[in-house]
């Protein structure tokens, strides 16, 4: 990394130091239904190298402040007349009940052990969605029903095999279990929903001859009436759901949210752009373009994951400390159209700069605001390799008051884009888990009305 330039060479720097702190942990952590499929993506594609820990600052926060109010209680008499009878309590479930099956381990418990095997530090980091507040056992009363099948544990054993009935064994064994259950005849599953874990593309494999990446559990019929959440969907299915990757930080209740926010407002940003990422192939240019241009710049901070350096980019502390002093930062597409780094660069209140519209905004639509302009910049692909247009002049033109207003937008997305910490008994804050809980359920009630699905 380059040194800090001087403040001369800054036009818009905060100030001060990181004030309030932060609760990081590494991904070991539960995160309920949507982080035991998702967190297995990550270790999979984006973790694997990850040396066991974040080395970023934490604090022990004192319990919230901000905590839900206590529903009423009552005093009365034992034999109330039905005037004095107490209103009951309202529900907070209502309407957001969730039914999960109790599956054969072949589905879930056994891909754990294979999982184990296959990557042994992640033997902490998943859990049964059993830990969710609005769990019901009757179907009937259930908003939707989830099936608790960690497709990216059985993808994981299987993705090098070249036999294509192998890769699927297990998804079609799936489909045949649900379709004779009675609480899939009930609405043909259009009721039920899954998280695949991993982007759409791991799962829609065209061709059984040959090798080919992936397996096609998102083709068969059966299982496009159900719900996929993914960290990246298909802007061509209206069956997949979009959900932030998850980054470093599960806070345990919004006081811990409302520190961070605090630390990442304080923060002192000397650098106008920063870069943290290596080249790719089957790209495009557009990273040769990036790192080029910010390693020309005085004012970009380069953090070049490649060769040596790469394994870096693997301690959650480095990048952190990068987008932390940075204003803006760059967010090409990774090996997929998206990036876990857009989730990062948002949780460290630093504005992200993307060069494909299908790397943020046709994707989380649940989770970032359509008013693209208040958050994020958008500098078309083509623009910088087949025009050279400098983004260094680009960020520069923008008037310090409108990064500032984009910033505090920034920070105020943190909370929705973050995965809580399942295990405090203190989350009174509404996280990425339930912005997606959320929205399965829109959609649930919606067919049940007979209206068509949303795209998100």
């Known amino acids: 990394m380059k040194p800090p330039?001087?403040?001369?060479?800054?036009?818009?720097?905060?100030?001060?130091?990181?004030?309030?702190?932060?609760?990081?942990?590494?991904?070991?952590?539960?995160?309920?239904?949507?982080?035991?499929?998702?967190?297995?993506?990550?270790?999979?594609?984006?973790?694997?190298?990850?040396?066991?820990?974040?080395?970023?600052?934490?604090?022990?926060?004192?319990?919230?402040?901000?905590?839900?109010?206590?529903?009423?209680?009552?005093?009365?008499?034992?034999?109330?007349?039905?005037?004095?009878?107490?209103?009951?309590?309202?529900?907070?479930?209502?309407g957001r009940y969730i039914y999960m099956y109790d599956m054969p381990a072949r589905f879930n418990e056994e891909l754990l052990r294979d999982c184990r095997?296959?990557?042994?530090?992640?033997?902490e980091g998943m859990c049964r969605m059993k830990r969710y507040g609005c769990l019901t056992g009757d179907p009937a009363a259930a908003a939707a029903v989830f099936v608790p099948f960690y497709g990216s544990c059985d993808l994981g054993r299987h993705i090098f095999h070249r036999n294509a009935s192998v890769k699927d064994a297990l998804s079609e064994d799936l489909v045949g279990w649900l379709t004779r259950r009675p609480e899939w005849r009930a609405m043909g599953g259009r009721d039920h929903f899954f998280v695949a874990g991993r982007t759409t593309w791991d799962f829609r494999r065209?061709?059984?001859?040959?090798?080919?990446?992936?397996?096609?559990?998102?083709?068969?019929?059966?299982?496009?009436?159900?719900?996929?959440?993914?960290?990246?969907?298909?802007?061509?299915?209206?069956?997949?759901?979009?959900?932030p990757y998850p980054t470093y930080f599960h806070p345990e209740a919004a006081a811990d949210v409302a520190a961070w926010q605090r630390r990442v407002r304080a923060a002192a940003r000397p650098w106008l752009f920063s870069f943290a990422g290596g080249p790719r192939k089957g790209n495009g240019t557009i990273r040769a373009d990036i790192i080029r241009q910010c390693g020309a710049s005085s004012r970009c901070n380069l953090f070049h994951c490649h060769g040596a350096a790469a394994s870096w980019c693997n301690a959650p502390g480095a990048v952190m400390r990068v987008f932390e002093s940075s204003r803006f930062c760059l967010e090409p597409r990774g090996d997929t159209m998206t990036r876990r780094s857009t989730f990062d660069a948002i949780l460290a209140g630093?504005?992200?700069?993307?060069?494909?519209?299908?790397?943020?905004?046709?994707?989380?639509?649940?989770?970032?605001?359509?008013?693209?302009?208040?958050?994020?910049?958008?500098?078309?692909?083509?623009?910088?390799?087949?025009?050279?247009?400098?983004?260094?002049?680009?960020?520069?033109?923008?008037?310090?008051?409108?990064?500032?207003?984009?910033?505090?937008?920034?920070?105020?997305?943190?909370?929705?884009?973050?995965?809580?910490?399942t295990r405090s008994s203190r989350v009174d804050f509404r996280d990425a888990f339930d912005v997606a809980v959320d929205a399965v359920v829109g959609r649930v009630a919606r067919r049940r009305r007979g209206e068509p699905d949303a795209r998100r």
Request: proline share 9%.
């Open 5 to 94: 330039p001087t403040a001369a060479a800054t036009s818009d720097s905060d100030g001060g130091g990181g004030g309030g702190g932060g609760l990081i942990r590494p991904s070991r952590i539960c995160y309920m239904a949507i982080l035991s499929a998702v967190f297995w993506f990550l270790v999979f594609s984006l973790l694997s190298g990850m040396p066991g820990g974040g080395d970023l600052s934490s604090v022990l926060f004192r319990p919230s402040s901000l905590s839900l109010p206590l529903l009423n209680s009552f005093t009365f008499d034992q034999n109330p007349s039905p005037e004095q009878q107490p209103a009951p309590a309202e529900d907070r479930c209502a």
């Open 117 to 123: 095997a296959l990557r042994p530090w992640t033997a």
């Open 206 to 243: 065209e061709r059984d001859e040959g090798w080919e990446w992936g397996s096609k559990l998102l083709n068969y019929p059966a299982v496009q009436n159900m719900t996929a959440i993914l960290v990246e969907a298909s802007p061509w299915s209206r069956n997949n759901l979009a959900v």
């Open 350 to 421: 630093c504005i992200p700069v993307f060069f494909h519209p299908g790397s943020a905004y046709t994707q989380y639509t649940l989770h970032l605001p359509p008013e693209r302009g208040g958050w994020s910049v958008l500098i078309p692909h083509a623009d910088v390799t087949g025009r050279n247009v400098s983004i260094e002049e680009t960020l520069a033109a923008i008037s310090p008051e409108k990064v500032r207003s984009m910033r505090e937008e920034v920070i105020r997305l943190i909370p929705t884009v973050v995965y809580a910490d």
